[in-house]
């Protein structure tokens, strides 16, 4: 009864707080300074109220460009962040990117993949304030979810759903 309750809730207002059958997300975009925190699966599925969420809050900022980010993305980051604590707020730098943003990106650094997985909403970069990078990588690693890149530089770790690979 206490989940058919917290489902009827809008996404947004649901408690980020999860019980064991149940996973949650705190975000920061920390290009538009928006926040986000949901309930995203319960009792063995997604929620598609709260997907919708996240896809707008990863969207490409560039261009204002929402598109469907993959939930098993969700569930990688929920994985790796869940080793730090139940509590984090995950700091996104990018989610979702349209081709004209990918391609200016591409253009401009030699680090940004022409056909990168964050045109299809299978990537994301991201942080865990007061997590040690490292840590996050290696967690990232261990999970075995997709790429995992490390960019020590610009403080922020990659993460895929693509084939299991890492640089």
């Known amino acids: 009864m206490a989940v058919a309750s917290a489902l009827s809730m809008p996404a947004l207002a ?12 705190r975000f920061y975009n ?8 949901t309930l995203f699966w319960a009792e063995g599925q997604f929620i598609p109220e709260a997907l919708q969420d ?9 261009s204002n460009t929402i598109a469907t980010i ?3 993305l969700m569930v990688l980051v929920n994985k790796v962040s869940a080793q730090f ?10 989610g979702y990117r349209s081709p004209e ?3 200016k990106l591409a253009a401009a650094s030699g680090g940004v993949a022409r056909h990168s997985m964050h045109l299809e909403g299978k990537a994301i970069d991201l942080r865990i ?6 840590q996050v990588h290696k967690a990232a690693l261990a999970a075995k979810g997709g790429g995992v890149g490390y960019y020590q530089n610009s403080q922020f770790v990659h993460m895929d759903t693509g084939r299991v690979r890492h640089w």
Do not use: C, F, M, Y
Request: charged share 25%.
């Open 85 to 94: 604590g139940s509590n984090n707020v995950i700091h996104i730098i990018s």
């Open 30 to 37: 920390t290009h538009t300074g928006e926040t986000l925190r």
């Open 129 to 134: 304030p007061g997590v040690d990078l490292r």
């Open 54 to 62: 996240i896809n707008k809050l990863l969207r490409d900022h560039r």
């Open 70 to 72: 993959d939930p098993e």
């Open 14 to 25: 649901r408690a980020a707080v999860a019980a064991p059958h149940e996973r949650s997300l």
């Open 101 to 103: 943003t990918n391609q």
